[in-house]
């Protein structure tokens, strides 16, 4: 069983950066696809980014391309979700999830899911 636990979240100014780390046990990181998603109050949860557990595989929802960054450390069994230039509307509950051996980035790709970490952007 994949377990996957966050953490890095807070209140962070506009313009400011934080990052989310997710620790995976369970199953070598390295056979896993995994994805960060996200839920604000009162929306459905969405696509972030994800990376393949084939190496260079990223893919990015546009609203944050060129500001977040997916980091796979296979070696600690850990992912980072690197997130700059944090603006209002990036405030929403962030959720690790894994996908074994896939390539999806649909919400029902994933089968594992992590708790989830609050992230609130503040002026």
């Known amino acids: 069983q994949v377990q996957l636990v966050e953490s890095g979240g807070g209140s962070v100014e506009v313009g400011g950066s934080l990052r989310l780390a997710c620790v995976v046990s369970?199953?070598?990181?390295?056979?896993?696809?995994m994805g960060w998603f996200r839920q604000a109050p009162g929306k459905g949860r969405e696509f972030v980014c994800n990376?393949?557990?084939?190496?260079?595989?990223?893919r990015y929802a546009d609203s944050v391309k060129g500001r977040f960054t997916i980091v796979r450390d296979d070696s600690k069994n850990t992912v980072y979700l690197q997130m700059n230039s944090l603006k209002f509307e990036d405030t929403a509950t962030y959720y690790c999830?894994?996908?074994?051996?896939?390539?999806?980035?649909?919400?029902?790709?994933?089968?594992?899911w992590g708790q989830g970490t609050q992230v609130t952007v503040s002026s």
């Open positions: 369970g199953r070598a990181l390295s056979r896993l696809t």
């Open positions: 999830a894994a996908d074994y051996l896939g390539n999806g980035y649909r919400r029902e790709n994933f089968d594992y």
């Open positions: 990376a393949s557990y084939r190496p260079g595989n990223t």
